[in-house]
Structure formats: structure tokens, C-alpha cells
């Protein structure tokens, strides 16, 4: 099946090039590489076809590629993230007889000892997705959808991801919608890529105040039984659950960003409840 390849981007030139050099070589003649610049401060160049918005957000570049793309299947792959070898050979198995398959994203070899990875999934075997699936297993950096099936539950929701206020969430909101509409995915660790860890300590604690917040508006935006789940999950798992034993072990580092989750989390539940009730 032939593939549209939506990269957004914005003010990453470097990680870009690095993106590119790792995906274009595996496009097959009928593939589609379509690069979004989300606004940057000096317009995108690159070997490839370039739309420019003139307002940033990692959410409204992703629609807007997948609206613009002109092949049923449409693959997301983030400017920091590098496509393994055999990627694009993978898409096809991981999508068939499904709506959408989130591949796995780990740590380049060479930053396996790196202090905290970030945006990376997890090690388990493959496995299918739909609405009884006890969690979301799948980022937007590595993610294949049909490109009706985007059209049918509207896409990103553009109130959520970097550009925003709520900075995150926007893809396993995007995910829950799909699951909740009866769409069937699947986890497909053979779609594999890497994701750079370049982030320091202080752009590692922004990341999750905004982590947090995104976490919060997804459980309110979900509602009922499920929005309480995730929220109890955010604040407590996602959040407080590992001060104790940082504490113990006297990792500073990991209390402060425990703490800066869960105050984002708070943050998040207060503004988008008083948002959904305006």
C-alpha cells in the first residue's frame, strides 16, 4: 500500500536533516514525504516537499499533513526520531486488517545509559488495540493510520501538543477517540524507530510540567469512569508513586520531576474542567 510520510517540524534544521537521512532512503517510488514546518522562525528547506503554516503547534502541522496527503495510509514521524532499517517494509504488515498501528520508539544504542528517556514505548510483544485494551500503547512519533479513518474522528484534537497550553497528550488522545470509536489497532514493535535523547535536566522538567497538563485535560476530556482512571494513573503512577523511593535513594532529580508531573497534572485537570464548563 502506497504511504504519505508527515514530518512536522519547526526550528529543528539539525534534527531534521538527521530525520530525512534516515527515512527518505526507505520510501518506496509510489510514497509521499511531506514535510510541515509548524511555523519556523526561518522557513524550512530540505530535499523534500515543504507546506508552511504561519501558526506554530505540533497538532494543527499534523492535520494539516494528513489532510494534505494524497495516499491512503498516512505515517507520522517526528524531526527527532530516526527510522530503523527495514521501517518501511514493516508499515504494511503492521496495518493490515487494521485501522492503525503505533510502532515502537526506543533509545539509539548509543544513549542506552542516558539519565531519562523521553517519548520512548515499551518493550512487549505485539498486540492488538481496541477498546477493552487495559492501556494506550503508541506515541504520534511512530504512528501509521488510514488516512479515512483520521477524517472520520477528525483528527488531532489542536487544543493539545507542543504550541499549546496543555503542551501534551495530543496523540493517546487521539488514540483513546480512535479505540472509543471502534477502530482496531495494532502494537507493532517490528515498525521500529529511535528517538534522540537530547534534552537537559531544566528542558526535561518543562517537558513534564507539560506532560502533566496535557495528562490532566485527556482525563477530563475522556470523562466518566475512564477520565477518573487516568487521572488517578497521572497523578499517582505517572506522578507521586516514585518520591518514596527516590527519596530514599537521595535522587533529587527524580523527586523534582515526580513533583513538576503531578503539579502539571493538577494544573491541567483545574483549567480544562474549567474550560469544558464554559
Do not use: I
Amino acid at each position: 500500500m502506497s504511504l504519505t510520510v508527515v514530518v512536522p517540524t519547526r526550528d529543528r534544521p539539525a534534527q531534521l536533516r538527521g530525520c530525512l537521512a534516515a527515512l527518505a532512503p526507505q520510501l518506496r517510488p509510489q510514497d509521499e514525504l511531506l514535510v510541515v514546518d509548524s511555523a519556523s522562525r526561518t522557513p524550512v528547506t530540505c530535499g523534500a516537499q515543504v507546506l508552511r503554516l504561519e501558526l506554530p503547534g505540533a497538532s494543527r502541522a499534523r492535520n494539516a499533513g494528513w489532510r494534505a496527503a494524497s495516499r491512503a495510509l498516512v505515517a507520522f514521524v517526528d524531526d527527532d526520531v530516526r527510522v530503523a532499517p527495514g521501517w518501511r517494509d514493516a508499515v504494511d504488515p503492521a496495518v493490515a486488517g487494521v485501522a492503525f498501528a503505533c510502532g515502537r520508539v526506543a533509545v539509539p544504542a548509543a544513549q542506552l545509559g542516558v539519565e531519562r528517556p523521553v517519548a520512548v514505548t515499551p518493550d512487549v510483544p505485539e498486540t492488538l488495540l481496541d477498546r477493552r485494551s487495559p492501556q494506550v500503547l503508541g506515541v504520534s512519533a511512530n504512528l501509521v493510520v488510514r488516512k479515512d479513518v483520521l477524517a472520520g474522528v477528525g483528527g488531532f484534537d489542536e487544543r493539545l501538543g507542543p504550541g499549546t497550553w496543555f503542551c501534551a497528550a495530543e496523540d493517546v488522545e487521539l488514540l483513546d477517540r480512535l479505540l472509543v470509536a471502534g477502530h482496531v489497532g495494532r502494537y507493532a514493535p517490528g515498525l521500529l524507530a529511535h528517538h534522540e535523547q537530547w534534552r537537559e535536566r531544566r528542558e526535561l522538567l518543562r517537558l513534564d510540567w507539560g506532560y502533566g497538563k496535557g495528562a490532566g485535560a485527556r482525563a477530563v476530556w475522556n470523562g466518566g469512569p475512564r477520565g477518573r482512571r487516568l487521572a488517578r494513573a497521572a497523578l499517582w503512577d505517572q506522578g507521586l508513586a516514585p518520591v518514596p523511593g527516590d527519596v530514599r535513594r537521595g535522587y533529587g532529580f527524580g523527586v523534582a520531576t515526580s513533583l513538576t508531573r503531578t503539579a502539571g497534572t493538577v494544573a491541567g485537570l483545574v483549567v480544562a474542567g474549567a474550560r469544558r464548563r464554559r
